[in-house]
Every structure is written in C-alpha cells, then in structure tokens.
C-alpha cells in the first residue's frame, strides 16, 4: 500500500535549476531520502531529512541541493541548483516502512545517505546538458 511517485526530472542546462517532487501514501516513517543512479555506475544517496528535519548531504551535492518536506507529511522535495552534467541520473525518493510492533511504529531516529530505506519509487530522469 505504500506509493512513492517521483516528479520534476527534466532535461535541463548545466548551471540551471530543477526541484523534484515526491508523493508518498501509505504508513511509512517521516524520515525519507532522495537516491540517483547513472548508467554503469552504483546507486548513490544524495539526501536524507530526518524525523527531526535534520539533512544529510553527499559531498558532490553539498551546497547545491535542498531537501525538504513540503506542506503536510506526504511531499519530499529535493531543489537542485547549479546542476552539473555529472548530476545526469535517475532519481528515486526512497521511505522506510519502519516495523509495527503492537500498536506502535517503531522508526530510526536517525538514517545515513544509504537509508535503509524499504520503499523506492519509480524514478525521474534527470539530464543535465554541457
């Protein structure tokens, strides 16, 4: 029942901007992350929020993309700016399922870049042009 629906991948300039949206439904942890993968290379996380809104960035995004959630509990967003060409990818907002132990949900308080994350959408792509 959890749904993740990613947004917003364009093709776009290097040094433009683009801001990607997440729809997420379903009894999933508040903390969610944003994840890209390039043709021939591994999976990498970009961003996380935390439960307490707290961010983590990977160095090669660092103070160029944004994550956040927005009105409400069922948006993520990640603002891209100056994007790179090496930005090229397809990018996935991941969401942890977290474990129900009686009437309780039981999720991390905090995650890393690589989640864990249990629930991926289907990706946006995103190409950035020299």
């Known amino acids: 029942q959890v749904q993740l629906v990613e947004s917003g991948g364009e093709s776009v300039q290097a040094g433009g901007s683009l801001r990607l949206s997440c729809a997420a439904s379903?009894?999933?942890?508040?903390?969610m992350g944003w994840f890209r993968q390039a043709p021939g290379k591994e999976r990498e996380g970009v961003a996380v929020?935390?439960?307490?809104?707290?961010?983590k960035y990977a160095d090669s995004v660092k103070g160029r993309f944004t994550i956040s959630k927005g009105d409400g509990e069922d948006t993520l967003i990640l603002q891209m700016n100056s994007l790179k060409p090496e930005d090229t990818a397809m990018y996935y907002c991941?969401?942890?399922?977290?474990?129900?132990?009686?009437?309780?949900?039981?999720?991390?308080?905090?995650?890393?870049?690589?989640?864990?994350?249990?629930?991926w959408g289907q990706g946006t792509q995103v190409t950035v042009s020299s």
């Open positions: 379903g009894n999933i942890c508040i903390a």
């Open positions: 991941a969401a942890d399922g977290g474990l129900q132990y009686g009437n309780s949900k039981i999720c991390r308080r905090k995650y890393g870049l690589g989640g864990p994350f249990d629930y």
């Open positions: 929020i935390d439960s307490d809104r707290s961010t």
